[in-house]
Nanobody, 123 residues
Framework: VQLQASGGGSVQAGGSLRLSCAAS????????MGWFRQAPGKEREFVAA????????YYLDSVKGRFTISRDNAKRVVYLQMNSLKPEDTAVYYC?????????????????WGQGTLVTVSS
């Protein structure tokens, strides 16, 4: 699976962005999808994940109620809608794909990774 993330940018605190991750290659519907982020000087962390059909979603506690992950299997795209953004959300955001259990928020579970898109939130 090849993944291409897009939609990052600069926004003021309280604003919104929608990230997209377009997939090509192997059958998209076979994969659970996740978003991770890496802030400057910090380790990459799990943000959100969704199962293959979109019926189950999982979130980092600090983004619950603000971020929403969704997918469109017909278009082979997964989205991350980010609202009420905070400066601490500033990071490079990566999408990733795995055939396993999306409730397991470990990077090692994910087989395929996109190139990352930068989100900058100013106060």
């Amino acid at each position: 699976v090849q993944l291409q993330a897009s939609g990052g940018g600069s926004v003021q605190a309280g604003g919104s962005l929608r990230l997209s991750c377009a997939a090509s290659g192997r059958t998209f519907i076979n994969y659970a999808m996740g978003w991770f982020r890496q802030a400057p000087g910090k380790e990459r962390e799990f943000v959100a994940a969704i199962n293959w059909i979109g019926s189950s979603t999982y979130y980092l506690d600090s983004v619950k109620g603000r971020f929403t992950i969704s997918r469109d299997n017909a278009k082979r795209v997964v989205y991350l809608q980010m609202n009420s953004l905070k400066p601490e959300d500033t990071a490079v955001y990566y999408c990733a794909a795995q055939k396993g259990d999306p409730s397991i928020a470990r990077m090692s579970e994910y087989e395929y990774w996109g190139q990352g898109t930068l989100v900058t939130v100013s106060s």
